[in-house]
């Protein structure tokens, strides 16, 4: 049996309580499928959704009798301020989901969606949060789902074929595959007999860049009946930053950033002359022009969004201490450190200078030295004594401080398990589930491939071996031990900064504190850092 002879699906045996079918990992993840004992065998269990998933995409030769079932919501319930939102955002056409993590945002976009006159439904998000849709569909309105982002173009250009075309389609794809997709997305749209549909865009808050080829193929959605909007921080680093998300939400009305911001904000101009001759002037975006511009943009996302606070509608969430390591670099590393920090050059390239000096606080073995360096020693007697704890340990850098971190802990006997942007799907989800079922105690994670939507909420400690210089990106790492119900492991949390002294990361770890922009701050006054 094919897939329109794409890919070949052999259906191996029909039992009682499985489908056992014969194919390779791609359609595996698409389907949702788990190993099966031989080599390229995966099953589905045996149920009226399975069945149906697999008529879906099945040649139509496949006879096996399956039971038409209606979409009926699931059992599961929404908290009161859930439904609230639910019925605030099933009465419009665009909008957005602002709550903070940890406080349910899928389980109302997908209860939302529920209630919207549509059948279709295409969701962007990270890869790492497929297999999170995938499973939240399956449960809250029993419904197939399909993971794209895996299959050979071709094939995806076969989905969205159908999508287009025929009714009850649910796709997941990764917002990186789709930049690459869209623009064959949109030709089906126009040559199809339009299926109206919705679209859900998860961590929405990539769309700041705006005019990056990422967004882009986003706002090739524009046609789409319904849209979603989904990030609990949709302002990383300035109030403009929200124009990505109303351009995509309503792009007939946002159609200009600086019209946008000259509306709102004040603007500084400064004008120069290049050695050519030519005048030209910079903008730079400042604050609200005065309180009534400020409460005139308040009122335009509250009329198409929800913006829950964890601790108001969360109020059982565990207490949270925040605790600072200060550490002495060892001598080499030390010396090393400030050898360089002395001798920079005037036309040093901040940026890669900064990313050198955190590499050698980090791993000084990464530069050639052989000693493991202050914050691993740490660590490693840290995690000795807290064995009994479940502990996250998240870096920016996976090549040059988590993989060896690893291997270093492997060498000790420590039960450890890593995420990077390495680490394939299906490694990443049983690492996952040994340390939330706690046959592991210890998690690598890089802030970037970890820091989304994940559950790790058996973690009683996160220990930051340095900060991504996003605020937003720490805030969402340190949202992943968050519970997400009253009575789920209810101990007081524990968040550790390891800090060496008189380096960078005291600078960058005050800055971070204060939400200010590192990034402007280096490439403006890169000499903040070291004086």
């Not at 509250?302 to 600072?324: D, G, M, T």
Request: glycine share 2%; net charge positive; aromatic share 12%.
């Amino acid at each position: 049996m094919s897939v329109e002879n794409n890919f070949k699906i052999e259906i191996v045996e029909i039992s009682e309580t499985k489908i056992i079918f014969k194919s390779n990992n791609p359609w595996a993840i698409c389907l949702n499928a788990a190993n099966e004992e031989k080599a390229q065998h995966y099953f589905l269990t045996k149920n009226n959704l399975n069945l149906l998933k697999l008529k879906k995409v099945l040649a139509k030769d496949f006879s096996f009798p399956i039971k038409e079932t209606k979409l009926q919501t699931s059992s599961l319930k929404l908290r009161p301020y859930q439904i609230e939102d639910v019925k605030f955002l099933s009465r419009l056409k665009s909008m957005a989901i602002f709550n903070e993590m940890r406080t349910g945002k899928t389980p109302t976009a997908l209860v939302t969606y529920y209630h919207l006159p549509v059948n279709n439904l295409i969701i962007i998000s990270p890869s790492i949060l497929q297999q999170q849709w995938q499973n939240s569909i399956e449960k809250w309105l029993n419904k197939p789902a399909y993971i794209i982002s895996y299959l050979p173009s071709e094939t995806r250009k076969i989905f969205y074929q159908r999508f287009c075309q025929e009714k009850d389609w649910v796709i997941i794809i990764s917002k990186d595959i789709f930049k690459t997709d869209s623009s064959f997305f949109k030709i089906c749209r126009k040559k199809a007999n339009k299926q109206p549909y919705c679209t859900i865009v998860d961590e929405a808050h990539f769309l700041r860049n705006y005019q990056s080829q990422q967004s882009k193929s986003i706002y090739c959605l524009k046609d789409a009946n319904y849209k979603m909007a989904l990030t609990g921080t949709p302002t990383v680093n300035h109030y403009t930053d929200i124009f990505g998300i109303l351009k995509f939400l309503q792009p007939e009305k946002y159609t200009s950033y600086w019209k946008f911001a000259e509306h709102f904000f004040t603007i500084q101009k400064t004008e120069f002359t290049s050695r050519q001759g030519q005048t030209f002037i910079l903008k730079k975006v400042l604050s609200f022009k005065d309180e009534k511009t400020h409460q005139e943009l308040q009122t335009i996302l509250k009329q198409i969004s929800v913006s829950r606070k964890q601790k108001e509608v969360l109020p059982w969430l565990p207490a949270i201490i925040y605790s600072q390591e200060d550490l002495v670099m060892e001598e080499e590393q030390q010396a090393l450190y400030f050898r360089w920090v002395k001798k920079r050059e005037s036309n040093y390239y901040p940026l890669e200078f900064l990313a050198k000096l955190k590499t050698l606080t980090l791993y000084p073995p990464a530069l050639g030295i052989k000693t493991w360096g202050s914050k691993v020693n740490f660590l490693v007697e840290y995690c000795q004594e807290n064995e009994q704890n479940n502990i996250l340990i998240f870096s920016t850098r996976s090549e040059t401080f988590l993989e060896p971190l690893a291997k270093i802990f492997q060498e000790k006997k420590n039960k450890v398990g890593l995420i990077t942007g390495k680490i394939s799907f299906s490694e990443r989800k049983e690492f996952i589930q040994q340390f939330q079922e706690k046959k592991i105690s210890l998690l690598l994670c890089n802030i970037q491939s970890a820091g989304t939507g994940l559950n790790l909420s058996q973690a009683d400690t996160i220990i930051f071996a340095d900060r991504s210089y996003s605020p937003a990106d720490n805030e969402q790492a340190e949202a992943r031990f968050l519970p997400t119900n009253a009575s789920e492991n209810p101990k007081v949390r524990l968040v550790i900064d390891l800090v060496c002294k008189n380096t960078i990361d005291e600078k960058i770890l005050n800055l971070l504190k204060r939400k200010e922009n590192i990034t402007k701050i280096i490439q403006n006054d890169p000499d903040y850092f070291f004086r």
